[in-house]
């Protein structure tokens, strides 16, 4: 498997801007390069069959999407360039390195990897991932069109993905940062009061002489700690989970994946928003590739191939089975996911180019719906959050009330 390196090596040829004088060897320059190779040997060879002697090696590691430098913009920008090459005559392969030849700087740097695996007689899509700018389900379109040859049309059903892809995580990046605020605010109220309120009130006591009042207090305040911590130790479970289960989801291995993937579909709301939004993506790229005259049959094997949902998964393929062994296209569709708006539109279609504007309707339709579900996920977990501050400020409440009640009874 071909991963990305950075490569410090130093060398006697002076290559570009990006040669620094060595001072402790005179005549040589310092480099720092992307490699793209199966092994940090193979990275060694290539820089000493160029002359070079190599100083440091290093797997590059994969940055979350929200810290990747490069703008989405650019990358749907970048693909649709490709798809004008294409259609002047060039291979997807000579596409890109056209593409790459006429950029410089960082992004230059970046694209040089891919240019590499072109030149060494790697694949579009292999240098797609080299470069690692796209999500894995954009990386399997691309492949599947270079696997069918249908290039062209998979290019653009990859821009149509990717678009919808980088909208929906933008709209979730800004989801979860205003719940962790919300969250964070709550926690800390409960954590103020397990170290600072509630000792304060126990160390201060109430200033009476009846014991039963004494007794009432200490109980009261006894049943209070107790139902903060439950407050503060559910919450802190709660957070590590997400950590965690964050942490696997992003690390990508499809066991942990899929059972995430299975808890997160039962969650009210987002559970619905993950199925609408899922849908529409694949929805999206079957129409773009349709557009393209793709045969029905292999545009939903490549549009199955973007999905990153075991349930829509799961849809597809029943799709396909059903096609193939005769059923008509809209019964084959609806399959249990489609509503009967959408399964009456897909029967009025008469050919293909109907059925990809419908079916593009109807990933509109679903983005709105996905949209609307994510929206009301937020409010259901943001008065959640505000239930949990109250029932925090009643737990404190309820002693002040008692250490109230005895002062003013002595």
């Not at 903060?228 to 130790?233: A, E, T």
């Not at 094997?301 to 393929?317: D, F, K, Q, S």
Request: aromatic share 10%; net charge positive; glycine share 8%.
């Amino acid at each position: 498997m071909f991963k990305n390196y950075w490569g410090t090596y130093i060398s006697q040829a002076q290559d570009g801007a990006s040669a620094v004088a060595e001072p402790s060897h005179p005549g040589w320059y310092r480099y720092r390069k992307l490699f793209n190779a199966s092994s940090v040997i193979d990275v060694s060879a290539e820089i000493v069959a160029d002359g070079g002697v190599p100083l440091d090696i290093k797997v590059v590691k994969k940055k979350l999407p929200f810290m990747d430098k490069v703008s989405p913009e650019y990358k749907q920008e970048m693909l649709s360039a490709v798809v004008y090459n294409l259609e002047a005559g060039l291979s997807a392969g000579k596409s890109f390195v056209a593409v790459a030849d006429s950029e410089y700087g960082e992004i230059r740097s970046k694209l040089e990897v891919g240019v590499r695996v072109i030149q060494r007689g790697g694949g579009f899509a292999d240098a797609m991932r080299a470069i690692d700018f796209f999500d894995p389900a954009t990386i399997a379109i691309l492949d599947a069109g270079e696997r069918t040859g249908t290039m062209r049309a998979a290019v653009a059903a990859a821009i149509e993905h990717y678009t919808a892809w980088a909208k929906g995580l933008s709209g979730i990046y800004w989801a979860i940062f205003f719940l962790a605020i919300d969250f964070v605010g709550a926690w800390s109220s409960v954590a103020g009061n397990k170290w600072g309120f509630l000792p304060m009130m126990e160390k201060q006591g109430i200033e009476s002489s009846d014991p039963e009042k004494k007794l009432e207090f200490a109980n009261g305040l006894f049943w209070t700690n107790v139902a903060n911590d439950v407050l503060f130790y559910a919450a802190t479970a709660f957070c590590l989970a997400l950590i965690i289960g964050g942490a696997l989801y992003i690390a990508d291995d499809p066991k942990p994946r899929k059972w995430i993937e299975k808890k997160i579909s039962r969650v009210p709301y987002l559970g619905a928003a993950m199925r609408h939004s899922a849908l529409a993506s694949t929805m999206k790229v079957l129409s773009a590739l349709l557009a393209g005259g793709v045969p029905l049959l292999t545009a939903i094997n490549i549009a199955n191939r973007g999905a990153r949902n075991t349930e829509i998964n799961g849809y597809w393929e029943s799709v396909q089975k059903s096609i193939e062994s005769g059923d008509p296209i809209a019964r084959s569709f609806q399959s249990g996911m489609l509503d009967s708006t959408e399964a009456i539109s897909l029967a009025a279609h008469t050919n293909q180019k109907q059925l990809a504007l419908i079916l593009n309707r109807i990933a509109e339709r679903r983005q709105e719906k996905a949209r609307v579900a994510r929206k009301t996920f937020m409010w259901v977990v943001a008065a959640e959050s505000i239930g949990y501050t109250v029932a925090s400020i009643l737990t404190i409440g309820y002693v002040w009330v008692l250490q109230n009640r005895a002062m003013q009874g002595g």
